[in-house]
């Protein structure tokens, strides 16, 4: 990227002249092939939601998460009320088309339309979610409202540093991990180093490309099943200059 100069001599970052405030992610469902993304509704969702979520015998979903397991359906209801109340962080709601049911949630947060920043958190997707072509449509219908629809310039990944799929999934769907702050918060009475990673508004518009190529395959790659076509996005998107 080029050096700017200021009348001083001093480096500077490139201007940005035309630059405005964006707009806050409105309240609407985006509309993909395999997947539905909209804002959670707990009287509809929250109990497809706590069914699905029971199928995680084991309660790994919840290890890196600040809030549950819940065992009870009451208990994860009230919490989903109470937690879907405010616009930051703007909990979103998963639901596969095949079925019919909610089985994924993710959230745009830290939203600061000053700077033209937010940051994609709060991911808990259900075993029957979890390495679906729903799932990876999902992420790519929030990034097509950061940057197309709302003309974001920064997406943000953030996880502890510890949660090693967290840290895969964020780079298989592009994002660039930018280092580590050491001791960055404290929950469930433990320590939390956070990975940072990002998309820029940039690099984009090569993501959207490989990402509609994987989400339109020929037919016997989609048959070739998901671990294969998995590879395949990985493949697409480590070939973009970076």
Known sequence: MAEHINHLGQPIGFPL???????????????GRYCTVEPVDPARHAADLHTAYLLDKEGRNWTYLPYGPFARFEEYRDWLERDSRGDDPLRHTIIERRSGRALGVASLMRIDPAAGVIEVGGINYAPPLQRTPAATEAMYLLMRRVFDELGYRRYEWKCDSLNAPSRAAAERLGFRYEGMFRQATVYKARNRDTSWFSILDSEWPALKTAFERWLDPPISTRRAGNSRVCRTLSSSLCNIPR
Do not use: G, N, V, Y
């Open 17 to 31: 002249p035309e630059w405005t405030a964006r707009q806050h992610p409105p309240r609407t469902a985006m509309e």
